[in-house]
């Protein structure tokens, strides 16, 4: 059974950076695809960035471009999110997903993704 676990969520001001792990376990993900979406309140759970665990070929949301990076450790199977100049927009809860095959149609759809982790709470202080 695939299991997500993220870390590293927080409070801080705008300008200021986190960074977001994300564990994963159960199954050997060479053939999948790493996701970060968030979800504000009050509005849909939009992508964020995502990653082919093979070859490593990432993919952001034009709002976070030059802002969020995202990477992978093969050895400790963690996909990380580091996230610069953050704005109070940013403020969401942030979800680690899986999706086994990428397809270009559908990496940004979160209905893609088979796993999910439980979230981590990010809030952005104007």
């Known amino acids: 059974q695939v299991q997500l676990v993220e870390s590293g969520g927080g409070l801080v001001q705008a300008g200021g950076s986190l960074r977001l792990s994300c564990a994963a376990s159960?199954?050997?993900?060479?053939?999948?695809?790493m996701g970060w979406f968030r979800q504000a309140p009050g509005k849909e759970r939009e992508f964020v960035a995502a990653i082919r665990w093979s070859g490593g070929s990432t993919y952001y949301a034009d709002s976070v471009k030059g802002r969020f990076t995202i990477s992978r450790d093969n050895a400790q199977n963690t996909v990380d999110l580091q996230m610069n100049s953050l704005k109070a927009e940013d403020t969401a809860v942030y979800y680690c997903?899986?999706?086994?095959?990428?397809?270009?149609?559908?990496?940004?759809?979160?209905?893609?993704?088979?796993?999910w982790g439980q979230g981590t709470q990010v809030t952005v202080s104007s």
């Open positions: 159960g199954r050997t993900f060479s053939s999948y695809v």
């Open positions: 997903a899986a999706r086994e095959f990428y397809d270009s149609r559908w990496y940004e759809t979160p209905g893609a993704y088979d796993y």
